[in-house]
């Protein structure tokens, strides 16, 4: 069974920043779109950002754009969120997911368990 794992979560203040990771070692890492998704609480998941096999192209979510980039390193197996200026909007379990149809929901193979994280006033 194939596991993303991530990790990085945690609490912050308003204003400050974190990086969630997220690895896997069980499928051909490169071959796959990678994507996060966030679940705020009593919200549905969402899309917030998504980076392309290569990491030539990515896509961003209107409420994480300016703010969030997501990294990939394929040597490494490893994706990455960078979360700045991060407000208690920000809130929320965020998941790594890896697909090989489109940059959505749909087109996701695989996901995570899940890293919270929570923004503090």
């Known amino acids: 069974q194939v596991q993303l794992v991530e990790s990085g979560g945690g609490l912050v203040q308003a204003g400050g920043s974190l990086r969630l990771s997220c690895t896997t070692s069980?499928?051909?890492?490169?071959?796959?779109?990678m994507a996060w998704f966030r679940q705020a609480p009593g919200k549905e998941r969402a899309l917030a950002a998504a980076?392309?096999?290569?990491?030539?192209?990515?896509y961003y979510s209107d409420f994480v754009k300016g703010r969030f980039t997501v990294s990939r390193d394929n040597a490494k197996n490893k994706v990455y969120l960078q979360m700045n200026s991060l407000s208690p909007e920000d809130t929320g379990v965020y998941y790594c997911?890896?697909?090989?149809?489109?940059?959505?929901?749909?087109?996701?193979?695989?996901w995570g368990k899940g890293t919270l994280v929570t923004v503090s006033s």
């Open positions: 997911a890896a697909g090989l149809g489109s940059i959505d929901e749909y087109g996701m193979n695989y």
């Open positions: 980076i392309t096999q290569s990491g030539f192209s990515t």
């Open positions: 069980e499928i051909r890492f490169s071959d796959y779109n």
